[in-house]
């Protein structure tokens, strides 16, 4: 807008100064015959018979009615004998024109069409150069500088009020667009506290919703709104419809792995009675029902491992209460002592320096956790059994409870071979186990360690294995009852 009214401007003005400058021009050449006629009785006739207009110094253009501060003229004789130039400066006073400047005005092709010329000295002028009847070259000139002052002083506002016009859209629209979004901000806010949800465990029920008065269809930000509801509500019946097919799973190996304890404990039994009975069996029957009795052994303690981790996934309450972890120490190092009688097992506990047992729990300062005591129990006696079964004789299994600030840390290493590497990333998985064959005959049924992290996790602790051979450390981090 700014550039094309002040080219328009600036062309309406130019044209107003060729008008004004034609004018002057007629006038300028007319004047020479109306000076010439007002000329003295005693002024001298030029060769055609003519008289010679007498001053010499004031060109004929000055002075002449309407003819206004500025112009600039020049006059030149047809034979080029006599040039008459000057100008009225802002005073009125007749000034000389240099040669420069003679020359430039001169030099304009006399077609009687206004040109730009620059005048040295002078600036920009709109000159006619006309030729009368006679031969005589007339050149009339305006300054140009009114015009370009004009469009200067035009061109200033134009930028002031622009920026100030700029000012007031930034903040009329800084203003508006806020109030409009404001509702995006309540939808967004909306998003946010669902995604600060805990929605990736157990059942889940998502109340958020967008406030009704932000779901308005009609508005860009209401379909947003709706269809945030909308996608709430269907991630809400897809996570429930989840939830539940994963209990059904749960409850289906919780049930399975109940009923199939009945069965297994008759054929237990069953086979030991056939064993103790008086008639002679061959030896192959009754080495067929050692292995009976055995194999029944190894999946009843599957089933009853499957079970408690069934019971474990569902997230059934713990039987909280105070625990003394040392004691639990002391009590599973003693019955690992019986079981593993080819490892060499050691203890250390806080505030006691003897190894032995039955002294050490006399010593030792009681550990306190909140927690099940039974499934404490059943944490400890995994990870020694861990350290007897899949460690070679006389390795040293060292079990050790400290307090270390707000929790207590209980540690069981061993200096036996270490994990195998394949197992290491997957090793509280059920069913992980190292050497396939080996472990199976050695009852080994991989849902030891996936207890424990089960276990571990229920009490809000963790647990960090570092399978280093030599050096097998198993740390069990647990919240202090009273920190
Ligand atoms: N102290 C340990 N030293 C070496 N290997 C171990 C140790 N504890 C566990 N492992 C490896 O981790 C596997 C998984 O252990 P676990 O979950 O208790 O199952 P399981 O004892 O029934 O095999 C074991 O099969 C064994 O290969
Ligand atoms: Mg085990």
């Given at each position: 807008?700014?550039?094309?009214?002040?080219?328009?401007?600036?062309?309406?003005?130019?044209?107003?100064?060729?008008?004004?400058l034609r004018s002057a021009s007629e006038r300028a050449a007319a004047a020479?015959?109306?000076?010439?006629?007002?000329?003295?009785?005693?002024?001298?006739?030029?060769?055609?018979?003519?008289?010679?207009?007498?001053?010499?110094?004031?060109?004929?253009?000055?002075?002449?009615?309407?003819?206004?501060?500025?112009?600039?003229?020049?006059?030149?004789?047809?034979?080029?004998?006599?040039?008459?130039?000057?100008?009225?400066?802002?005073?009125a006073v007749v000034q000389e024109l240099t040669d420069a400047q003679l020359a430039a005005l001169l030099d304009l092709t006399p077609d009687g069409e206004p040109t730009s010329v620059t005048l040295p000295g002078l600036g920009t002028y709109r000159a006619v150069s006309v030729v009368s009847d006679r031969g005589d070259t007339s050149v009339t000139a305006v300054p140009v500088s009114t015009i370009t002052d004009t469009v200067d002083e035009f061109v200033v506002v134009e930028i002031a009020v622009a920026a100030l016009g700029l000012v007031v859209a930034a903040v009329l629209a800084t203003v508006l667009v806020r109030r409009e979004l404001r509702p995006l901000d309540r939808v967004a806010a909306t998003a946010t506290r669902v995604s600060e949800m805990p929605l990736s465990r157990g059942e889940v029920d998502i109340p958020e919703r967008v406030p009704a008065r932000d779901t308005d269809p009609a508005t860009?930000?209401?379909?947003?709104?709706?269809?945030?509801?909308?996608?709430?509500?269907?991630?809400?019946?897809?996570?429930?419809?989840?939830?539940?097919?994963?209990?059904?799973?749960?409850?289906?190996?919780?049930?399975?792995?109940?009923?199939?304890r009945t069965p297994l404990a008759s054929i237990r039994g069953y086979a030991e009675l056939v064993q103790r009975l008086p008639a002679d069996l061959p030896d192959d029957a009754v080495r067929a029902m050692g292995r009976v009795?055995?194999?029944?052994?190894?999946?009843?303690?599957?089933?009853?491992?499957?079970?408690?981790?069934?019971?474990?996934?569902?997230?059934?309450?713990?039987?909280?209460?105070?625990?003394?972890?040392?004691?639990?120490?002391?009590?599973a190092v003693a019955d690992a002592h019986v079981a593993g009688r080819d490892h060499v097992?050691?203890?250390?506990?806080?505030?006691?320096?003897?190894?032995?047992?039955?002294?050490?729990?006399?010593?030792?300062?009681?550990?306190?956790?909140?927690?099940?005591?039974?499934?404490?129990?059943?944490?400890?006696?995994?990870?020694?059994?861990?350290?007897?079964?899949?460690?070679?004789?006389?390795?040293?299994?060292?079990?050790?409870?400290?307090?270390?600030?707000?929790?207590?840390?209980?540690?069981?290493?061993?200096?036996?071979?270490?994990?195998?590497?394949?197992?290491?990333s997957r090793l509280f998985e059920r069913f992980a186990r190292g050497d396939e064959s080996r472990n199976r005959a050695a009852g080994s049924t991989g849902l030891g360690l996936a207890i424990v992290h089960a276990v571990v996790t229920a009490h809000g602790g963790t647990i960090d294995v570092d399978g280093t051979p030599g050096a097998t450390t198993f740390t069990v981090t647990l919240p202090l009852a009273t920190p």
């Open positions: 807008m700014g550039v094309a009214s002040t080219v328009a401007l600036r062309g309406s003005l130019l044209t107003q100064v060729d008008e004004r020479p015959d109306r000076l010439g006629q007002g000329a003295p009785e005693d002024a001298p006739t030029g060769a055609d018979g003519e008289r010679v207009f007498p001053g010499g110094a004031v060109p004929p253009a000055f002075g002449l009615p309407g003819q206004s501060v500025g112009t600039v003229s020049v006059f030149e004789s047809a034979d080029g004998s006599s040039v008459q130039s000057g100008y009225l400066d802002d005073d860009e930000v209401g379909q947003v709104g709706a269809a945030l509801n909308r996608m709430l509500g269907h991630v809400e019946s897809a996570l429930t419809a989840r939830h539940e097919s994963e209990t059904q799973v749960r409850r289906f190996v919780a049930d399975a792995s109940h009923e199939l009795e055995s194999e029944a052994r190894r999946m009843t303690s599957l089933v009853e491992d499957m079970l408690l981790l069934a019971r474990l996934d569902a997230g059934r309450d713990l039987d909280l209460g105070e625990v003394d972890l040392a004691a639990l120490a002391v009590d097992w050691r203890l250390e506990l806080p505030g006691a320096a003897d190894d032995d047992p039955e002294e050490a729990e006399a010593e030792a300062e009681p550990v306190e956790v909140v927690g099940d005591e039974h499934r404490l129990r059943q944490v400890l006696v995994n990870l020694l059994s861990n350290a007897r079964v899949h460690t070679p004789p006389g390795t040293t299994v060292v079990v050790s409870v400290a307090l270390e600030g707000p929790a207590a840390v209980l540690r069981v290493r061993d200096d036996g071979p270490g994990i195998p590497e394949p197992l290491r």
